[in-house]
């Protein structure tokens, strides 16, 4: 294996990125810290010869086994093409002087790195070659965060002025100046800072380093006026031993405040030599309800202050869905009067099957389970929260 491979390679290993990568991908993690703990090669899945470039490219492309064989094994590729797809995920810079607690990439004593311009060279041969359709670029900071935070930026330029039209998401640094990611917004589809956690508290536990209020949200203020609907960020959730009522409180506050398009919940794994290895891993579990949670608040218009009524006493969510919990807990809805907004709060009805319900019960009352299916609502999943009755009807439960 060449260098260079050697090196890709190595910034491209899952495990390496934990807290600095988006959520996208973490289902790549378990695969790599398996590997990592058996010591054996990562199964990587084979890239698909059906790549949108394997008919313009011949020569030296996929049709050349040498690259298949050399450059392919090295790419994490998801097997949910839904998600990312081809999304190749690198740090520029494999070590960190930064303090965070949960992070791996601090414990690596050995610097390597990619300048900008060879990690483009790089990653225009894999992409002319199919081998990658997006780039989820971020970096450690091994020295100075401005020039890390420019050898990013610079990054991305480079790709642009020499034709790279693809998916691009820059990581955006703590404690970045503002030019830089003005410059970020400028040249990526996706910025994100990462949150991490809810509170300067609590991020004080677990990374010292990092400033709360300047080096996160204050530039996270900046990344969303730069990149107003292009902007995400991520929870760890668990790392601080934050309650689910301190993460609800932080996150109502990130859509009042910066809007970002997507948030991240990835549930704390203890890593090998860090100073949380001894800490409990946070169940997956736990990430899944954040994310059901999220699509409440963010497309079902449940307010937080309603979300609050899913929390236990400590302020934590229970293993069930929150609509699920919610609606245990309210009163059954009438398919055939309730607005839009109470139809959206009964479990197996989501913002479409709302759209249908309004426009079928405009033509005829539902009367029941036949009618939902004719909605494309499966009745065992909403049937027990909703009643039939008319205007003028009794209201009847339905019963299936
Ligand atoms: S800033 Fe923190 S989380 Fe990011 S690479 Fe450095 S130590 Fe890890």
């Given at each position: 294996?060449?260098?260079l491979?050697?090196k890709?390679?190595y910034?491209?290993?899952?495990g390496?990125?934990d807290?600095c990568?988006?959520?996208e991908c973490l289902?790549?993690?378990?695969m790599t810290?398996?590997?990592?703990?058996t010591?054996?090669?990562?199964?990587?899945?084979?890239?698909?010869l059906?790549?949108?470039?394997a008919?313009?490219e011949?020569?030296?492309g996929?049709?050349?086994?040498n690259?298949?064989?050399v450059?392919?094994p090295?790419?994490?590729?998801?097997?949910?093409?839904?998600?990312?797809?081809?999304?190749?995920?690198?740090l520029?810079n494999?070590?960190?002087?930064?303090?965070?607690?949960?992070?791996?990439?601090?414990?690596q004593r050995?610097?390597?790195?990619?300048?900008?311009?060879?990690?483009?060279d790089?990653?225009l041969?894999?992409?002319?070659?199919?081998?990658?359709e997006?780039?989820f670029?971020?970096s450690?900071?091994?020295?100075?965060?401005?020039?890390?935070?420019?050898d990013?930026?610079e990054?991305?330029?480079i790709?642009?002025?020499?034709?790279?039209?693809?998916?691009l998401?820059?990581?955006?640094?703590p404690?970045?100046i503002?030019e830089d990611?003005?410059?970020a917004?400028?040249?990526?589809?996706?910025?994100s800072?990462?949150?991490e956690?809810?509170?300067p508290?609590?991020?004080?536990d677990?990374a010292?380093?990092?400033?709360?209020?300047q080096?996160?949200?204050?530039?996270?203020s900046?990344?969303a006026?730069?990149?107003?609907?292009g902007?995400?960020?991520?929870?760890v959730?668990?790392?601080?031993?934050?309650?689910?009522?301190e993460?609800?409180?932080?996150?109502?506050?990130?859509?009042?405040?910066?809007?970002?398009?997507?948030?991240?919940?990835?549930?704390?794994?203890?890593?090998?030599?860090?100073?949380?290895a001894?800490?409990?891993?946070?169940?997956?579990w736990?990430?899944?309800?954040?994310?059901?949670?999220?699509?409440?608040?963010?497309?079902?218009?449940?307010?937080?202050?309603?979300?609050r009524?899913?929390?236990?006493?400590?302020?934590?969510?229970?293993?069930?869905?929150?609509?699920?919990?919610?609606?245990?807990?309210s009163?059954p809805v009438?398919?055939?009067?309730a607005p839009?907004?109470?139809?959206?709060?009964v479990?197996?009805?989501?913002?479409?099957?709302?759209?249908?319900i309004l426009?079928?019960r405009?033509?005829r009352?539902?009367?029941?389970s036949a009618?939902?299916?004719?909605?494309?609502i499966?009745?065992?999943?909403a049937?027990?929260?909703?009643?039939f009755?008319g205007?003028?009807?009794v209201?009847?439960k339905?019963?299936?």
């Amino acid at each position: 294996m060449s260098a260079l491979e050697q090196k890709l390679t190595y910034l491209t290993a899952a495990g390496r990125f934990d807290i600095c990568s988006p959520g996208e991908c973490l289902q790549l993690l378990p695969m790599t810290l398996d590997a990592k703990k058996t010591s054996q090669t990562p199964e990587i899945l084979p890239v698909p010869l059906d790549t949108h470039r394997a008919s313009q490219e011949a020569p030296g492309g996929l049709e050349d086994p040498n690259v298949r064989t050399v450059i392919a094994p090295y790419i994490p590729y998801n097997r949910r093409t839904g998600g990312c797809g081809r999304m190749l995920k690198m740090l520029l810079n494999g070590t960190c002087s930064y303090d965070c607690a949960y992070c791996a990439v601090r414990t690596q004593r050995e610097l390597v790195s990619f300048s900008p311009r060879e990690f483009a060279d790089t990653f225009l041969r894999l992409w002319r070659d199919g081998l990658v359709e997006g780039l989820f670029l971020s970096s450690g900071i091994p020295r100075d965060v401005d020039y890390v935070m420019h050898d990013l930026v610079e990054t991305g330029e480079i790709l642009r002025r020499r034709g790279y039209g693809g998916y691009l998401h820059l990581k955006v640094l703590p404690g970045a100046i503002r030019e830089d990611i003005r410059d970020a917004a400028r040249v990526a589809d996706r910025i994100s800072i990462n949150l991490e956690t809810t509170s300067p508290d609590r991020l004080g536990d677990i990374a010292g380093v990092k400033d709360y209020r300047q080096d996160i949200l204050k530039r996270q203020s900046w990344v969303a006026e730069e990149k107003p609907g292009g902007h995400t960020t991520q929870f760890v959730v668990g790392a601080a031993d934050e309650t689910d009522a301190e993460i609800l409180s932080c996150l109502a506050d990130q859509y009042r405040r910066v809007r970002p398009s997507r948030v991240y919940f990835s549930a704390f794994r203890a890593l090998s030599g860090t100073p949380l290895a001894s800490h409990p891993d946070t169940p997956t579990w736990r990430a899944r309800r954040w994310y059901q949670a999220d699509y409440l608040l963010r497309d079902y218009g449940v307010t937080a202050d309603e979300l609050r009524a899913a929390l236990d006493e400590e302020g934590f969510f229970a293993n069930r869905d929150p609509k699920v919990v919610l609606a245990a807990g309210s009163a059954p809805v009438n398919v055939n009067l309730a607005p839009r907004r109470d139809l959206l709060r009964v479990p197996g009805i989501g913002p479409k099957a709302a759209d249908r319900i309004l426009a079928l019960r405009r033509v005829r009352p539902f009367t029941g389970s036949a009618d939902l299916a004719r909605a494309g609502i499966r009745g065992k999943a909403a049937g027990r929260y909703l009643t039939f009755g008319g205007r003028d009807a009794v209201q009847t439960k339905l019963v299936l």
